[in-house]
Every structure is written in C-alpha cells, then in structure tokens.
C-alpha cells in the first residue's frame, strides 16, 4: 500500500521540480531557459544567444514530464525510469558545456556559480529514478502469469513415445460364463440331511 501511492507521489515531485527548474537561475545569474538547447551538441558549445522556450532547455524536461504521465497512467517502472535519464543526462551534459565554456563550475553564495536550478534538475531526476524503483509494476494478468499448455493431440495416458493407449487385453472367458450361455439341466436338488446314527462309539451319550 505505501509502494503504491509513494511512487506516484515521488515521480509528480521529481517531474515538477524537474520542469520548473529552467525557470530558475542555473548558474551566473542565467536562468536555464536562456540557454540554446542545440548549444548542448555544437561544436562552439555554450553561447551568449537567447533562444525561444521550446529551443531551450526547457524542451527535454517537458518531454521527461511527459514520460512520467505516461508511465503514471500505464503503471510503467520501466518509463519513470526513462524520465529520470532524460532529466539527469540533459542536466549532466549541459554541466559539461558549461564547465568547457567558463573553464570550470564552481558552487558560490554569492550566485556567480552554479545555482538552485541546477540543483532543482538534479534533485527532479534522482526523485524520478527512486519512484521507478519504489514504484508497483501492472501486475501480469492470470493467463500470462500460468499459460495453459497447447494441445499436442496426444492422449495424457498415450506412452512417452507417443503411442496411442490401447486397453489391454484379456483372455477370453469361458463359453459358459457368457451371457445367455445353456448350462445345461439343472443339477440334482441336494439331499435333505437325515437323522443322525444312533448310540454308539464316538458319541457323548454312548455308555457301553
């Protein structure tokens, strides 16, 4: 019960901060949408060009966002766990340009350096990877869980070689246990006992 409502709750939480991240300043005073997500893959690296919402960073973590609902919805472990790569590895790799175009990151209070958006994105990921680990998978429907064998057309008493089952075989009985069979006359009625000997040896009364 507690996997199945904090998963859901920790991937809502990680795909807002994740989203509301490049409307924060990310590092420099610059906030993450001012940066050209095509600066991420050029050869020139991080520029000074301030692109539109849907050409900045902004774009990848509406894409995760929208990994999450699906995954929500279709009770996906393996599309939450998709959401959280897309989020860190947008993050990590725009860390790298960054780094390359400034020489080096650094983590300043003053907020010449890197800043809560960064730390937003990040935090937004590592929240979505936990809820696709915590999270309850679609439960396999019975047929998929226990497949029914197919039917082979072999007989479940036929031999291991697959030889038909035959009923064994039984001597003959006899002619007169057939039914309807002539017995013949009816044998003599047996005799009715008569009385028994009279006194003699070999009988309690007997006295010689």
Known sequence: MIRTVLGPLLALAGATAAVWS???IWYDGRHGRDYR??????AGGI?????GLFASLFLPFVVAALITAAGLLLRSRTLLAVAAVVVLAFTILWMVRE??????LVITTN?????????NALGGGA???LSALVSRGRRASRAQQAPEPAWTGQHPADGPTGEPWHEPAYPPRPPEFEPGADLGPDPAPWPEPGPGPG?????PDYRP
């Open 22 to 24: 490049p409307f924060r």
């Open 37 to 42: 997500l095509g600066d991420l893959f050029s």
């Open 47 to 51: 520029t000074d060009a301030t692109p």
């Open 99 to 104: 780094a390359q175009a400034e020489g080096e």
């Open 111 to 119: 907020g010449t350096g890197l800043d809560v958006g960064v730390a």
């Open 127 to 129: 929240l979505l990877l």
């Open 199 to 203: 006194p003699g040896p070999g009988r």
